[in-house]
């Protein structure tokens, strides 16, 4: 079993920043990747960045050169940064974790609006 817990969501003006936390517990040595979804109102959720258990990462073309995914390994954490925000980018993003198993695991989600 994994569970993640966001944090970190919240209110920002267009051009503004926030930083996403998703802290993990549970069995993390089963984890083979993580990432980060999101589900705008009245559409489908939406792959926005992952990362390898190796590290390697990426990140959907929409966000290409704002958001970052990252990780502190040592605190079981994983972080994306959101920057130059737009109102499209409002949503409920969600952390996520796959096993190697297959197995995936989810977070209870955090909001983001971005509105002037």
């Known amino acids: 079993q994994v569970q993640l817990v966001e944090s970190g969501g919240g209110l920002v003006q267009p051009g503004g920043s926030l930083r996403l936390s998703c802290a993990a517990s549970?069995?993390?040595?089963?984890?083979?990747?993580m990432g980060w979804y999101r589900q705008a109102p009245g559409k489908q959720r939406e792959l926005v960045a992952t990362i390898s258990k190796g590290g390697s990462t990426g990140v959907t073309n929409s966000v290409q050169g704002r958001f970052t995914i990252s990780r502190d390994t040592a605190k079981n954490t994983l972080y994306l940064i959101m920057n130059s925000l737009k109102p499209e980018d409002t949503a409920v993003y969600y952390c996520?974790?796959?096993?190697?198993?297959?197995?995936?695991?989810w977070g209870q989600g955090t909001q983001v609006t971005v509105s002037s």
């Open positions: 996520y974790a796959r096993t190697y198993s297959g197995q995936d695991y």
């Open positions: 549970g069995s993390i040595s089963s984890i083979n990747a």
